[in-house]
């Protein structure tokens, strides 16, 4: 089939090209427009109870809708509670009042409360809340913020959920310019090291250029219907970078051996595509089943960056089946116009290789490939224990720091400390009240009217018990209230108050009551010192313990609350993908190479360097070492998301190695029958590649580690670590270990799975007649009943290419 698609190809090429290009065009205009159809949210479980309560709130309180924060500061000045100052502040925000797009403002001048006066009383306060959405209120900011005339003396900066959504907005769109800036040239450097040409590098480089404005393009159309996060836009830059990269990569290097072989630009093509363009098929699947694992989880922001990582897996791998082999068509031998001199490459290092193989089998004849990876295959295994087990305990060890992991969701900090939203709001959590601004919510439905005596007493019980839990700093509401010194009121007296005429209650209680009290339902709040910890959550969950009484159902909601069931979900539809990814790569690999066992090797050693690297992320972004060096504040805890991402991309991406590496060892153990020489082969061909795509991979993913989000930031570090070791220790070193040790067992399948892949025909086998292949001088190999391999199918049944005169 890859065959037939390599010469339609060939035959249609600028028609081919050409589509391919017209699309990308097209797509580039809907993907210029994606940003503004993302949304900075989705930090949520949507059938969680924070979620239910925060539904109320908006429909029968009118609350949950956006907001801003804006905060005046007066240097020098302690009076921000005096009419004076006040008074200034009801002028900077006058024009507000008339904005359709203010639901209203809100401050010490109209609630009296302390919570908008700083506790050095330089400083206060107001609320301003909009009557758009979340997602809408970003572009509202800078027009509200042109409305507000700075009082004379003051400074004022803005907060709150929309500056802070524009902030992260603005910063993920810097980061990535950023990161695109820094990795493309990196990329191309390495591409020229591997290359030698200027043509050769540059195609990869502009197959990733089609590619992510397609993806994003989809993403547009996607968004209209569901909810996608912010986060989506990058995590499509840094794979479509990565894979389009390594994928061109793979496709280039096998187009230009073909041709160094004598095949003509027609042969060369449709061997390309039946080989790597199959692997990069399978490869480009596997990454995208592993993110399609995301799915399965309920919290949009998750579930989001699985459809756009999903997305710009299909788009690499239908770029490298469609436009590079046109392009390749087109070009035939001019792949390598434009030549660069490598300093790097000495032919010593194949000497050397060759002298390695020859160890391996002194009765052999030279090959025409080798170089350092034989000669590291070489020795390891020789000495396959002496490697294995040191390397097994460094892993591991690695690992311990994420034993004790800390999960958490991000906020205001995940912004760099300079950003002026970010410095507000800090000023509000550090400077004011504390809690004030980030309450739990807990709504309480009652039978009846909530003012009646029962009812009053049944509610004053249950908020003396929510006042009693320990972090509890008060619970404000109606049914706490407090003298003018600020000290709690009687039952007694709340009581006659509560159930007096409402001419007879001071106004200020009348108020409280059209605020928190809709029919049956009362809207208490419980105030922690210590809001967005783990105490907090700690806390939520205490709150949810307490029985509120006969007659009385709670529900417990706010960004704490939030927190501890998108955690709560996370934790629980875990297991659920991590099993679906694993069967799934398990069976791919399964039908990829007939074997059992190395489905089960290949998923170890990818859980060995994940474990190695997730360790490291708990090492530097939660407990801070290096963070002076990589320029951030330590959270004190783990992005939730990021674990699951890193897991997700990872095995989908160690995939690429896995199967070029083992092609090619398979290849060689079809025409040996010997395991060491098989693996001494494969990494002697594979290793240049694989190591030129490694470098690719993880200097995208590095340069994503400039950036300023913490999200981000965190995700490109723990990411480029995976790669890296992914991409020596576990293939340099583990894979010709542990082959060693196997022996022909890597090779074993029960009788009728192996020839039920057989017949499935996804056994990838390159070609027979390639005009370097080695021999080792061993004649044809015994039959293993053991390990029996498939008869070669495809390409690799065609009669050998005459030698060329």
């Known amino acids: 089939m890859f065959a037939r698609w390599g010469r339609f190809v060939y035959r249609r090429r600028r028609w081919v090209a050409a589509l391919a290009v017209v699309v990308a065009a097209v797509s580039l205009t809907f993907a210029s427009r994606t940003s503004s159809v993302l949304s900075t949210g989705g930090w949520y479980d949507p059938s969680s109870q924070s979620q239910k309560v925060a539904a109320q709130l908006a429909a029968d309180f009118g609350q ?71 997602d809408q209120a970003i572009s509202v900011v800078d027009g509200i913020r042109s409305e507000i005339h700075a009082p004379s003396g003051m400074t004022v900066a803005l907060t709150g959920s929309a500056p802070l959504a524009q902030a992260q907005q603005n910063q993920s769109e810097a980061d990535l310019s950023q990161a695109e800036s820094v990795s493309l040239p990196i990329a191309l450097f390495i591409l020229l090291l591997v290359f030698g040409s200027l043509v050769a590098a540059g195609l990869p480089l502009t197959v ?15 968004a209209q219907h569901t909810l996608m996060s912010i986060f989506v836009t990058s995590v499509i830059t840094m794979l479509g970078l990565a894979l389009a990269i390594d994928y061109s990569l793979f496709m280039v290097s096998r ?14 093509v449709e061997r390309t595509v039946a080989t790597s363009g199959k692997a990069v098929t ?49 070009l035939g031998p001019r792949v390598e116009r434009l030549r660069v001199p490598n300093p790097f490459r000495r032919g010593s290092a194949r000497a050397a290789g060759v002298d390695a193989m020859a160890e391996l089998a002194p009765e052999a004849a030279v090959p025409a490939g080798g170089g350092l990876w034989a000669r590291i295959a070489a020795g390891v295994m020789a000495r396959p224990v002496v490697v294995l087990v040191p390397i097994l305990a460094m892993l591991l060890a690695f690992g311990i720091p994420f034993l004790g992991e800390k999960q958490g969701l991000p906020g205001a900090d995940v912004l760099p400390a300079t950003s002026e939203a970010r410095i507000a709001w800090d000023a509000i959590q550090n400077d004011f009240p504390a809690g004030q601004s980030q309450p739990i919510d807990v709504l309480v439905k009652v039978q009846g009217d909530p003012l009646s005596a029962a009812n009053v007493a049944a509610l004053q019980a249950y908020s003396e018990r929510l006042a009693s839990l320990r972090g509890v700093a008060a619970v404000s509401g109606p049914f706490s209230l407090t003298n003018s010194a600020g000290q709690p009121l009687a039952m007694t ?6 159930t007096a005429p409402p001419s007879q209650r001071p106004a200020a209680l009348n108020g409280m009551l059209a605020a928190d009290v809709r029919g049956s339902l009362v809207h208490l709040q419980v105030i922690t010192p210590a809001p967005g910890t783990q105490a907090a959550q700690d806390l939520v969950r205490s709150i949810r313990a307490i029985n509120p009484g006969p007659g009385i159902s709670a529900q417990v909601g706010g960004l704490d609350a939030s927190t501890v069931d998108f955690l ?10 991590i099993v679906y990814i694993l069967a799934a790569m398990a069976l791919m690999l399964l039908l990829q190479f007939g074997s059992v066992v190395l489905p089960i090797k290949a998923v170890v050693m990818t859980m060995l360097s994940l474990t190695a690297s997730f360790g490291a992320l708990v090492w530097i972004f939660q407990d801070g070492n290096l963070s002076q060096f990589l320029g951030f504040q330590a959270p004190g805890m783990t992005i939730a998301i990021v674990p699951i991402l890193m897991f997700s ?68 570090i723990g990411m480029a670590i995976a790669v890296l070791i992914d991409a020596t220790i576990i293939r340099a070193l583990l894979v010709p270990a542990t082959m060693r040790l196997l022996g022909r067992a890597a090779w074993w399948a029960p009788s009728r799975l192996s020839g039920l892949t057989g017949r499935v025909g996804f056994s990838h086998v390159e070609t027979d007649y390639e005009c370097d ?8 190999p015994a039959p293993d009943k053991r390990g029996e391999l498939p008869a070669p199918r495809g390409l690799a049944n065609r009669p050998p290419k005459p030698a060329a005169s």
């Open 64 to 134: 949950g809708g956006s907001s801003m924060v804006v905060l005046f500061t007066a240097p020098g000045r302690t009076d921000a509670a005096s009419p004076a100052f006040q008074a200034q502040i009801g002028q900077a925000v006058a024009g507000l009042k008339s904005d359709p797009r203010v639901a209203s403002v809100v401050g010490y001048a109209q609630t009296g409360s302390k919570a908008f006066i700083s506790t050095s009383g330089n400083a206060s306060w107001v609320l301003v809340n909009l009557s758009v959405s979340e």
């Open 649 to 716: 991309i990872i095995f989908g991406l160690s995939m690429d190695y896995e199967v070029l590496l083992l092609s090619r060892i398979q290849e060689a153990y079809r025409r040996t029958g010997d395991t060491r020489l098989a693996v001494a082969d494969g990494l002697a061909r594979t290793g240049r590649v694989i190591t030129g795509a490694a470098l690719i991979m993880v200097s995208v993913f590095a340069a994503f580690g400039l950036a300023q989000i913490i999200v981000i930031k965190s995700l490109g």
């Open 773 to 780: 292949a080695p021999d080792y001088g061993l004649g044809e």
């Open 255 to 268: 187009f230009r051996e073909e041709l160094a072989c004598g095949a003509t630009v027609e042969e060369a």
């Open 493 to 498: 007296q709340v009581s006659a108050l509560l």
């Open 208 to 222: 990733a250029g089609l590619t992510i404005p397609t993806a994003l393009g989809i993403v547009y159309f996607v």
């Open 282 to 330: 399978f490869s480009g699947t596997a990454v995208a089943i592993g993110l399609s694992g995301l799915i399965l989880f309920r919290a949009p922001t998750i579930s989001s960056m699985g459809i756009g990582g999903a997305l710009i897996a299909v788009c690499s791998v239908v770029y490298a089946l469609t436009f590079l082999p046109a392009v390749l068509s087109i």
């Open 568 to 577: 709560d979900a996370q934790n629980a539809q875990l297991p659920i993908a």
